[in-house]
């Protein structure tokens, strides 16, 4: 697939996790604005950090005219597991990118994003993480704007309704390749057991949100790495000749 197939393909896939972004990032325009941020402070937020978690956190901090060292610790806890996104989709890149190329790509590393370019067989270009962010960044920003701008005037049920869509948008990320391969779907069952014991055991329901997502990841991606190892091409290739 050439650049040009990629980069289409990147945006057909980014026109669902846009929309689903769309819909968050409007309810975080609409509380910048109630919360005493201008509508074109909100849309720099969402431009420069791209993460929902991350934004909703800081903007109470500054609400509450939180120091910078807060601030500083609490996007590092929420928004560590980003790092460990990277480090998957480095290797999901074809071995000649070059780094420009992927140090572009680190800038669109988000949960959604991560999932559709995870779940395409093969490895994937620059090109097509580019498709993804050209329609996945303005989505989010746009929604931001606009929340900003007229979030007030619709109807409370409307604004959470919209709340939840990214989240059925993400189910439909990873439900197709849990149903084509077992070893997916191990690790989907996995991440949910997990993910609700830290929610239900009264001495892990004061971990944070972030530090349970890096727990999960960590040790879901370590089982699932040990007991079913993805073979690399040239090891397919020789096995495929003996």
């Known amino acids: 697939m050439n650049k040009k197939q990629s980069f289409k393909q ?6 669902p996790i846009a929309l689903g972004y769309f819909a968050v990032s409007f309810t ?3 509380m ?4 005493g941020l201008t509508a074109g402070q909100a ?9 929902s978690a991350g934004q909703f956190a800081g903007l109470d901090i500054i609400v509450m005219s939180g120091s910078y060292v807060e601030m500083m ?3 590092l806890v929420i928004n560590l597991r980003y790092c460990l996104m990277s480090f998957s989709l480095s290797q999901k890149l074809v071995r000649n990118e070059p780094w420009g190329h992927r140090y572009l790509v680190a800038y669109g590393v988000t949960d959604e994003i991560f999932g559709v370019s995870a779940a395409r067989g093969g490895k994937i270009s620059a090109f097509y993480s580019y498709g993804a962010m050209s329609v996945a960044v303005p989505g989010w920003v746009l929604g931001t704007l606009v929340g900003a701008v007229c979030g007030n005037i619709l109807p409370a049920l409307l604004v959470s309704a919209l ?3 990214i989240y059925g948008m993400f ?6 390749p849990a149903k084509k391969d077992k070893a997916v779907m191990c690790v989907v069952i996995a991440s949910m057991v997990i993910s609700s014991v830290f929610s239900i055991v009264p001495l892990l329901k004061s971990v944070s949100s972030g530090f349970v997502i890096i727990i999960t990841t960590v040790l879901v991606s370590s089982a699932a790495a040990y007991l079913a190892p993805v073979k690399e091409d040239g090891e397919e290739g020789a096995a495929d000749e003996a």
């Open 32 to 35: 910048s604005v109630s919360d």
């Open 28 to 30: 975080f325009g609409m």
């Open 171 to 176: 189910l439909a990320v990873i439900i197709p």
């Open 73 to 75: 610790l609490t996007q």
């Open 43 to 51: 849309a720099l937020i969402s431009l420069t950090n791209l993460t």
């Open 163 to 165: 709340s939840i869509a």
């Open 10 to 15: 990147g945006v057909q896939d980014g026109i």
